[in-house]
């Protein structure tokens, strides 16, 4: 592997991780593979630009910001360290979320897969919290909860879904947690 191709992987990274935190999300976009694969282990798994742009916008909804930190590349592949805040993880209680492993597997040039596994303990914490945020939304916000979730309970990711989950996140804070 010659040096400017990985110098050149990390300045894409970099360049990545700028887009994503302005939410730009056509430049975002324009650094995938059209057959990319996206992966939080455990979490999600998405694949082509269409599925994975959703996790993008709803990004924006909740007000993400991503450091991709530690990285270190070869000829095709950059591994890093993945931090991720954003409005939802601070109403969990997490200033942040670690992903110990982020791994990007790069083809002529574009991300073609996307590998992060996330600090296990922390993960669970914040599925516990969203677990009754949720059964709360179901409860008193009918029409929004089937707005927001898929008749099989899978939350769509989208902007406006990402705002108005935060939102019902903090009423649900200042009524029910003490």
């Given at each position: 592997?010659?040096?400017?191709?990985?110098?050149?992987?990390?300045?894409?990274?970099?360049?990545?991780?700028?887009?994503?935190?302005?939410?730009?999300?056509?430049?975002?976009?324009?650094?995938?593979?059209?057959?990319?694969?996206?992966?939080?282990?455990?979490?999600?798994?998405?694949?082509?630009?269409?599925?994975?742009?959703?996790?993008?916008?709803?990004?924006?909804?909740?007000?993400?910001?991503?450091?991709?930190?530690?990285?270190?590349?070869?000829?095709?592949?950059?591994?890093?360290?993945?931090?991720?805040?954003?409005?939802?993880?601070?109403?969990?209680?997490?200033?942040?979320?670690?992903?110990?492993?982020?791994?990007?597997?790069?083809?002529?040039?574009l991300i073609?897969?996307?590998?992060?596994?996330?600090?296990?303990?922390?993960?669970?914490?914040?599925?516990?919290?969203?677990?009754?945020?949720?059964?709360?939304?179901?409860?008193?916000?009918?029409?929004?909860?089937?707005?927001?979730?898929?008749?099989?309970?899978?939350?769509?990711?989208?902007?406006?879904?990402?705002?108005?989950?935060?939102?019902?996140?903090?009423q649900y804070?200042?009524?029910?947690?003490?």
């Amino acid at each position: 592997a010659d040096m400017p191709g990985q110098a050149d992987l990390l300045s894409v990274v970099a360049s990545f991780q700028d887009a994503a935190n302005r939410h730009a999300i056509d430049e975002v976009m324009a650094m995938f593979a059209d057959d990319a694969e996206f992966e939080l282990e455990g979490l999600t798994r998405l694949v082509g630009k269409k599925e994975i742009r959703s996790i993008f916008e709803y990004d924006a909804g909740v007000n993400s910001e991503i450091r991709l930190i530690n990285c270190t590349a070869t000829s095709d592949t950059v591994s890093c360290q993945l931090v991720e805040t954003n409005d939802r993880l601070r109403l969990a209680g997490l200033d942040k979320l670690l992903y110990p492993s982020c791994v990007l597997a790069f083809e002529k040039g574009l991300i073609r897969s996307w590998r992060a596994i996330p600090d296990p303990g922390p993960a669970r914490a914040f599925d516990q919290f969203w677990g009754a945020v949720r059964l709360w939304i179901a409860e008193h916000y009918p029409s929004e909860y089937s707005r927001m979730f898929t008749r099989e309970g899978r939350f769509m990711r989208n902007r406006e879904n990402g705002e108005r989950v935060v939102q019902l996140a903090r009423q649900y804070r200042s009524t029910v947690a003490t």
